[in-house]
Antibody, heavy 123, light 112 residues
Framework: EVQLVESGGGLLQPGGSLRLSCEASGFSFDNSALAWVRQAPGKGLEWVSG????????HYADSVKGRFTISRDNSNNALYLQMNSLRAEDTAVYYC????????????????WGQGTLVTVSS | QSVLTQPPSVSGAPGQRVTISCTGSSSNIGAHYDVHWYQQLPGTAPKLLIF???NRPSGVPDRFSGSKSGTSASLVITGLQAEDEADYYC????????????FGGGTKLTVL
């Protein structure tokens, strides 16, 4: 059974930093691309970032580029999101996601989601 | 404002058929990128419903179907059931945004 368990969320002030973690199990981690998707309270889904199988290729939404860094540790089946210079608009539930390989990054999709971790940015 | 446009809400009575549209442009759906659909039940994480425009993962009932034409895609639910009440999101890729996947704004389905 595929499991994705996020941790690291919390309440912090604007300008602060936070590192989210995602522990994965139940699938071939080092053969799977991964992603972070967030959902602000009462709002829709927003893709945040994606990372390739070996971690060499990363992508970011314009809204977080330069502030967030995605990384992975294939030896520990872990995905991370380092979030710096946090803003109120970053308040959201952050989902860790396993990406299904369609053969093309442009047509990839998420086949499994974690339960999410809440990040609240407020003074 | 989402790059992919969905109606905020749709509704139908049990047993009826409903359609949820997802309208894009020449830089996403119209550029032949696949459309995928997710279902989010209240208080839970999203779940994959349709991938590659028309394909259902194992375990998804055949009451759910997807299609794509031009710059739009549609999710059709037939034989509506109470447990289908959820938020539905389309997702694709947009070439005008660097490296970016995009989601529709979501559609709330109410079963009357």
């Amino acid at each position: 059974e595929v499991q994705l368990v996020e941790s690291g969320g919390g309440l912090l002030q604007p300008g602060g930093s936070l590192r989210l973690s995602c522990e994965a199990s139940g699938f071939s981690f080092d053969n799977s691309a991964l992603a972070w998707v967030r959902q602000a309270p009462g709002k829709g889904l927003e893709w945040v970032s994606g990372i390739s199988v070996n971690g060499e290729i990363t992508h970011y939404a314009d809204s977080v580029k330069g502030r967030f860094t995605i990384s992975r540790d294939n030896s520990n089946n872990a995905l991370y999101l380092q979030m710096n210079s946090l803003r109120a608009e970053d308040t959201a539930v952050y989902y860790c996601a396993k990406v299904a390989d369609s053969g093309s990054y442009y047509n990839d999709y998420i086949d499994y989601w974690g339960q999410g971790t809440l990040v609240t940015v407020s003074s | 404002q989402s790059v992919l446009t969905q109606p905020p809400s749709v509704s139908g009575a049990p047993g009826q058929r409903v359609t949820i549209s997802c309208t894009g442009s020449s830089s996403n759906i119209g550029a032949h990128y696949d459309v995928h659909w997710y279902q989010q039940l209240p208080g839970t994480a999203p779940k994959l419903l349709i991938f590659g425009n028309t394909n259902r993962p194992s375990g998804v009932p055949d009451r759910f179907s997807g299609s794509k034409s031009g710059t739009s895609a549609s999710l059709v639910i037939t034989g509506l059931q109470a447990e289908d009440e959820a938020d539905y999101y389309c997702q694709s890729y947009d070439s005008s945004l660097s490296g970016s996947w995009v989601f529709g704004g979501g559609t709330k389905l109410t079963v009357l």
